[in-house]
């Protein structure tokens, strides 16, 4: 069924168990402060999912070397169902995280729908071990672990490991390379996963990369795909309210171009978005600008 014709579910699902308590937590709240709802002309109520936060505990564990491995398992059972119920109810599921390691219970739960595809736009590769992770925080591993690379603990949930396959995943935006050669995290370049880091974006133009998206989504036997959206993927000239801040990144009206034309395909059962940081939108304008942002993508 084409976009256009299904309702929107937005999910509320701020949690921060891969990350921590910087202010990720708002990031639903403030985006639903600031009109998504009806920038999306989304009349449906919101699903609050628990988000466990409560539970976080700081210290890595022992056996995974990841935060809170056992409570987000736990978690991800939770948003897995919520994802399942709205998309057996033929809706679109808008996700507001939170961290990145929303994906865990998001992909986990379409896995039996699949095999599916994901278009990952982020400025992080995302793909750090528990080992070469400095923080133990899933939310730089969440690709991997999605991928089924980690601890089975996160990557098997429900027996329905790998979530997704590397020759499925599209990564659009990376422009950590630098760091991830620092600090030795496994090269996301050595996958089957297909890339267009943001030095690839700069030599050909969003408009070229986003036909070539298209042209690799419409030759695949592929049926569904999911969008997961790191805020921290736009320049942070326009939005510094992330917690890991890098030089550069792209403008509001490519992203815009990229999603309104993904949705478009009738193959993207949902979207996720994480990791803008409220606390660091003190007079709320860089959540206002997204919002409406947003509301220029969606077809």
Known sequence: MSFQRRHIQILSAPSILGLRHSGVELLAQSLLQAGLAEQLNDQLPVIHVPTLNDRYNPKRDPVTQCLNPGTLREFSLQLGAAVDETVQRNRFVLVLGGDCSILLGILSALQPYGPNGLIFIDAHADFYSPETSVTGE???????????????????????????????????????EEETILYGSPDIRETAIRRFPLQTIREQGMTAVTTQVLGQIDASPLKNYWIHFDMDVLSDELNPAVDYRLPGGLRFDEVEHLLRQLLLTGKITGMSITVFNPQLDEHGLIAAAITESLGRAFP
């Open 138 to 176: 899933t939310a730089d591993m969440d690709l991997a672990l999605v991928t089924g690379h980690g601890p089975s603990i996160l990557t098997d949930i429900n027996g329905r490991e790998p979530y997704i396959q590397e020759k499925n995943v599209i990564h659009i935006g990376q422009r950590d």
